[in-house]
């Protein structure tokens, strides 16, 4: 795969991942009246939304899902590698240690963020071919 289509790849699932965050950020505070996301007690978006991990060290979480997807996608389209892989890695393990908080902690299971987690760990895959390919 070329250096070109991998950070084309990369900036597609950005935006995909900005869109994930703007919803969560948008189910939070305009407190829509139709929650596509709120299944039932234990498939919902609410541990997020209004739940214990709404916000992480006073930041709301979603809103650091933004930042680095944002970053990330500044770093495909001025063809940064180690700044995607960088966002990718801290990206990938915020996203494993919110899914263990939603899965082992408040036994809910949030669909828009396994959607976020499939996105980062894809991003951090490619962000890995481009250093590999900058590499050589």
């Given at each position: 795969?070329?250096?070109e289509k991998?950070?084309?790849?990369v900036?597609?699932l950005c935006?995909?991942?900005?869109g ?6 948008w189910q939070?505070y305009?407190?829509?009246s ?5 299944i ?18 006073g ?6 899902g933004?930042?680095?997807y944002?970053?990330?996608?500044i ?6 590698p ?6 990718a890695s801290?990206g ?9 908080q ?14 976020c987690?499939?996105v980062?760990?894809?991003v951090?895959?490619l962000?890995w ?6 590499a050589?």
């Amino acid at each position: 795969m070329t250096t070109e289509k991998l950070y084309t790849y990369v900036k597609g699932l950005c935006v995909i991942g900005i869109g994930l965050a703007l919803y969560l950020l948008w189910q939070r505070y305009g407190s829509p009246s139709i929650q596509p996301c709120s299944i039932n007690a234990t498939i919902n978006c609410n541990a997020l939304i209004s739940g214990p991990l709404k916000d992480t060290f006073g930041i709301p979480t979603a809103a650091i899902g933004l930042t680095g997807y944002i970053l990330i996608l500044i770093g495909a389209i001025k063809k940064l590698p180690k700044l995607i892989i960088g966002m990718a890695s801290f990206g990938l393990v915020f996203c494993l240690w919110l899914g263990y908080q939603e899965l082992f902690i408040l036994k809910v299971i949030c669909p828009v963020c396994i959607m976020c987690q499939i996105v980062m760990l894809s991003v951090f895959g490619l962000s890995w071919k481009l250093n590999k390919q900058k590499a050589t």
